[in-house]
């Protein structure tokens, strides 16, 4: 039997997506090679390992951790990340006083050289509607429990400025190389929804 | 405007709802969307100012109803129709070609 | 016309700042109290609309960039300073806000004016 995937008829946002891509290349407006290599690029190297990198580095280096809080943008830069959706980069640092979650309440602003593309939750009413109003109980379906005495920061990326969050270092981690506590560190504690765990 | 996408502090929205081990894109269509992105910018034709108000203005049960590469797809076309790179006309003759050689 | 594939990782790599490289005086400073405006542009704006006419501190001046609500619409780059400020939940949402919890958001200073 043939192929289904070539039998399929195309769904609507298909046919757009071929009509618009097909017209554009016929123009000269956009080429090819470039649109695949913008996929290739997004999809598998750029992603929350960068982050991760960032994260260890703080972690394991207090020199750099000072410049990371103070001038993220440059001290990302150092680690060889930078780019669209990341020039200017501001690192909040949670503590067990302070937590801090990111959201972009009016679309989906995301840190993109650091954690790469989002989520489909974080780009989702839900999610962008109720963190705002309601954090300790979003943080909740995330399984994340603050103690009341915690002070909860939702930073709301209305601006060009884009935040990652630096989590707290687990407990129990101590003496652990920077290249096994990058694999600790997820994205979801870099957006601020959880906390990590060694 | 005080439009849909304005979401901060709206109730009844639902749940929200996480995907494990999410994939960067979850079909082809999303990523030539995704990917033309930047050779679209770098045409210089909007901002990303203008990009972000044609998604405003899709009207809100689009806005909800679709997804966030469907958004930026409906930016494209009305940008890029607005803007005289392409015509409505040739847009819809296209699909027209394709949806009947797909069919 | 169209960029190549090299040419398209280069833009992607360094980026586009939304900064506008003007010596801009600004019009408030850290630890200043503001209050948003109340504005109901049928335009485009980045002032959430749960933001309006709410008191909050300013925390950052993160320097001189374009105005969205101009820009969106071909009226200019407008270049003005962007802050952080951090507004109460209690002061936001009211009776509903957490009593520790804070919202922090970039504000341009044509969205807000001083408070007392």
């Known amino acids: 039997m043939a192929s289904s995937a070539h ?4 769904s609507d946002v298909e046919i757009r997506v071929k009509a618009l891509e097909s017209l554009l290349l016929e123009k000269g407006l956009i080429d090819q090679a470039a649109v695949d290599a913008l996929i290739d690029t997004y999809e598998h190297k750029v992603g929350p390992r960068n982050g991760a990198r960032v994260v260890a580095r703080a972690w394991v280096d207090p020199a750099y951790k000072q410049r990371l809080l103070t001038d993220g943008t440059t001290a990302i830069a150092e680690l060889g990340y930078s780019g669209i959706q990341g020039e200017d980069m501001v690192v909040v640092e949670n503590t067990p006083e302070v937590h801090n979650v990111l959201v972009c309440t009016l679309c989906s602003c995301y840190p993109w050289p650091t954690l790469g593309l989002p989520p489909v939750w974080y780009k989702s009413a839900p999610y962008r509607s109720r963190v705002v109003s309601d954090p300790r109980g979003v943080l909740r379906e995330f399984g994340t429990e603050l103690a009341p005495e915690t002070e909860v920061r939702v930073w709301d990326s209305t601006s060009e400025v884009r935040f990652m969050v630096l989590p707290e270092r687990p407990a129990g981690t101590e003496g652990m190389s920077e290249e096994a506590l990058a694999a600790l ?14 | 405007m005080n439009g849909v996408h304005d979401l901060g502090g709206m109730d009844g ?13 979850h079909a082809e269509w999303e990523r030539r969307v995704f990917g033309m992105f930047l050779p679209i910018f770098a045409c210089g034709y909007f901002n990303i100012d203008e990009l972000r108000h044609a998604i405003e203005k899709m009207g809100a049960p689009a806005y909800l109803n679709t997804s966030y590469y469907e958004h930026w797809l409906h930016a494209y076309e009305t940008l890029l129709v607005e803007k005289g790179a392409i015509t409505a006309q040739e847009l819809a003759a296209r699909r027209a070609e394709i949806a009947q050689g797909a069919a | 016309m169209a960029i190549n594939a090299q040419q398209a990782l280069g833009a992607a790599l360094a980026g586009s700042s939304a900064r506008v490289d003007v010596d801009i005086a600004p019009r408030f400073k850290v630890g200043d109290r503001i209050r948003t405006r109340n504005i109901n542009p049928r335009g485009h704006t980045r002032m959430p609309r749960y933001l309006h006419d709410r008191v909050g501190v300013v925390e950052r001046d993160y320097g001189v960039f374009s105005f969205p609500d101009t820009h969106a619409h071909g009226l200019g780059e407008s270049p003005q300073h962007v802050y952080s400020v951090k507004f109460s939940a209690k002061d936001v949402w009211g009776r509903e806000g957490g009593e520790r ?11 807000m004016d001083p408070a007392p």
Request: net charge negative; aromatic share 10%.
């Open chain 1, 185 to 198: 560190v997820t994205r979801d504690a870099m957006i601020g929804v959880t906390k990590l765990k060694a």
């Open chain 2, 13 to 25: 929205m639902g749940p929200i709802v996480v995907e494990e081990n999410e994939p960067v894109f």
């Open chain 3, 101 to 111: 919890d804070f919202i922090v958001v970039d504000v341009w200073d044509d969205y």
């Open chain 1, 7 to 10: 039998t399929r008829p195309l």
